[in-house]
């Protein structure tokens, strides 16, 4: 293919958007211009995510836009999720080319590169591309409601896309953070999700490769590191050795640096727990990320996930015993199939139990084959969304100023 302009766009996760930064880069050593403005590009290439109904929407609207705006004779190639998670929703906006990140070497052929995707390495998230932000809006936003409702619900969309902004320092395209990718796939089985369908098993890079780059990092001045992948916590299990193997190594490097961990299962937090805490301890670990997804017992167990509410609990009071400071997030969800009031009062009364200096909150979406999609007892969709407002309502209220304090004092250091 001969060499242009290209436009790489993206949407969803951290993870998303650091491979959509390396097939930037990818491109760049190639020798083609990288462009914005994807209406003027030869070349479009959109990662789009299908996590959640509303995650597959957005990419949806994004491809149309993109479709009708393009100039004539680019050619446009979605890639990433939504291919494998839901293809069908697809080929009805689109009936180009696609491929997963596992397929990326394809690129080598369609553009006949002369540097291999395999050789090339990111370490940033690639900016939210403002056609994210047209398209995308806000869950509370899409909701009905009397004039002074929606004037309120603006207003608390706005105070926290601000802490957002702080919380989710990785996710910014901050470039004072270093970001390294050790890991994609994963070793669960969650009964509602659909990314293993996409990314499939755990794939790590060696111990050796994932401390070249943070090595690198280090000799460039980077003091924030964020260690990426689909689930942290089952890195290295394909090559024989653990995450705790990893930051042992890590930690013993000489500097004023800290490191971010993100996604880490609580299945294997609980059974690291012991060897993590010294680590936790050097202070070099300064944000952490657990998704506890539900308070219940029940609904954790129709969930796949594998460990007790009480057990994830423990990994979390451990920890902040260890290390006070650390910023603590989790990721929760309301809706699943079967959950009663009780089950949803649990998960309420999770956030009453363990302080977290964020919360994520979303709804219970079917993903397409997934054993969640066709369970019996589906919750409403009216009662789920007013459990989804009410978790994070008091997601919002619970982020306490001793929490906001310690993000803005990190964000001052950036």
Same mark, same amino acid.
Request: aromatic share 10%; hydrophobic share 35%; charged share 30%.
């Given at each position: 293919? $001969?060499?242009?302009?290209?436009?790489?766009?993206?949407?969803?996760?951290?993870?998303?958007?650091?491979?959509?930064?390396?097939? *930037?880069?990818?491109?760049?050593?190639?020798?083609?211009?990288?462009?914005?403005?994807?209406?003027?590009?030869?070349?479009?290439?959109?990662?789009?995510?299908?996590?959640?109904?509303?995650?597959?929407?957005?990419?949806?609207?994004?491809?149309?836009?993109? *479709?009708?705006?393009?100039?004539?004779?680019? *050619?446009?190639?979605?890639?990433?999720?939504?291919?494998?998670?839901?293809?069908?929703?697809?080929?009805?906006?689109?009936?180009?080319?696609?491929?997963? $990140?596992?397929?990326?070497?394809?690129?080598?052929?369609?553009?006949?590169?002369?540097?291999?995707?395999?050789?090339?390495?990111?370490?940033?998230?690639?900016?939210?591309?403002?056609?994210?932000?047209?398209?995308?809006?806000?869950?509370?936003?899409?909701?009905?409601?009397?004039?002074?409702?929606?004037?309120?619900?603006?207003?608390?969309?706005?105070?926290? !896309?601000?802490?957002? !902004?702080?919380?989710?320092?990785?996710? *910014?395209?901050?470039?004072?953070?270093?970001?390294?990718?050790?890991?994609?796939?994963?070793?669960?089985?969650?009964?509602?999700?659909?990314?293993?369908?996409?990314?499939?098993?755990?794939?790590?890079?060696?111990?050796?490769?994932?401390?070249?780059?943070?090595?690198?990092?280090?000799?460039?001045?980077?003091?924030?590191?964020?260690?990426?992948?689909?689930?942290?916590?089952?890195?290295?299990?394909?090559?024989?050795?653990?995450?705790?193997?990893?930051?042992?190594?890590?930690?013993?490097?000489?500097?004023?640096?800290?490191?971010?961990?993100?996604?880490?299962?609580?299945?294997?937090?609980?059974?690291?727990?012991?060897?993590?805490?010294?680590?936790?301890?050097?202070?070099?670990?300064?944000?952490?990320?657990?998704?506890?997804?539900?308070?219940?017992?029940?609904?954790?167990?129709?969930?796949?996930?594998?460990?007790?509410?009480?057990?994830?609990?423990?990994?979390?009071?451990?920890?902040?015993?260890?290390?006070?400071?650390?910023?603590?997030?989790?990721?929760?969800?309301?809706?699943?199939?079967?959950?009663?009031?009780?089950?949803?009062? $649990?998960?309420?009364?999770?956030?009453?139990?363990?302080?977290?200096?964020?919360? $994520?909150?979303?709804?219970?979406?079917?993903?397409?084959?997934?054993?969640?999609?066709?369970?019996?007892?589906?919750?409403?969709?009216?009662?789920?969304?007013?459990?989804?407002?009410?978790?994070?309502?008091?997601?919002?209220?619970?982020?306490?100023?001793?929490?906001?304090?310690?993000?803005?004092?990190?964000?001052?250091?950036?």
């Amino acid at each position: 293919m $001969e060499k242009g302009k290209a436009c790489v766009l993206c949407n969803g996760c951290p993870e998303n958007r650091i491979d959509s930064a390396r097939v *930037q880069k990818y491109l760049e050593e190639n020798g083609w211009l990288i462009t914005e403005d994807h209406a003027n590009a030869d070349l479009i290439l959109f990662n789009a995510c299908s996590l959640t109904q509303e995650n597959t929407a957005i990419s949806l609207k994004i491809i149309q836009k993109i *479709q009708e705006e393009k100039k004539s004779g680019s *050619q446009f190639i979605v890639w990433g999720c939504l291919p494998k998670i839901d293809p069908e929703a697809l080929r009805e906006k689109y009936d180009g080319p696609t491929f997963s $990140e596992r397929e990326l070497s394809l690129l080598d052929q369609i553009i006949d590169a002369s540097r291999p995707i395999e050789a090339i390495t990111a370490n940033y998230v690639l900016p939210k591309h403002p056609i994210n932000e047209s398209l995308g809006g806000g869950i509370l936003m899409r909701f009905e409601g009397p004039p002074l409702i929606r004037f309120l619900k603006g207003l608390v969309v706005k105070w926290d !896309s601000y802490l957002n !902004s702080k919380f989710d320092l990785f996710t *910014q395209g901050n470039s004072s953070v270093f970001h390294i990718k050790v890991a994609t796939g994963c070793l669960g089985a969650c009964s509602y999700c659909g990314i293993r369908k996409s990314r499939g098993t755990v794939r790590s890079k060696s111990i050796t490769k994932v401390m070249c780059e943070f090595k690198e990092g280090l000799q460039k001045g980077f003091k924030y590191f964020f260690l990426i992948g689909t689930d942290l916590g089952a890195y290295g299990r394909d090559l024989g050795y653990t995450l705790v193997d990893l930051l042992k190594e890590m930690i013993k490097e000489k500097g004023d640096f800290k490191i971010g961990l993100r996604n880490v299962n609580p299945y294997h937090l609980k059974k690291m727990l012991n060897e993590l805490i010294p680590i936790f301890k050097s202070k070099k670990i300064w944000y952490f990320s657990s998704a506890a997804e539900s308070g219940s017992n029940r609904v954790l167990k129709l969930m796949r996930r594998n460990y007790t509410i009480e057990e994830f609990k423990e990994c979390i009071r451990t920890i902040r015993r260890a290390f006070p400071d650390i910023i603590i997030r989790t990721q929760l969800m309301a809706g699943f199939p079967t959950e009663t009031e009780q089950d949803f009062a $649990e998960t309420m009364h999770l956030l009453d139990d363990i302080v977290f200096d964020y919360a $994520e909150v979303y709804r219970f979406s079917k993903r397409p084959g997934t054993p969640a999609e066709n369970m019996k007892s589906q919750v409403p969709e009216k009662i789920k969304r007013q459990r989804f407002l009410k978790l994070y309502a008091k997601a919002l209220l619970n982020r306490t100023p001793r929490s906001i304090k310690r993000i803005l004092e990190h964000h001052i250091r950036l």
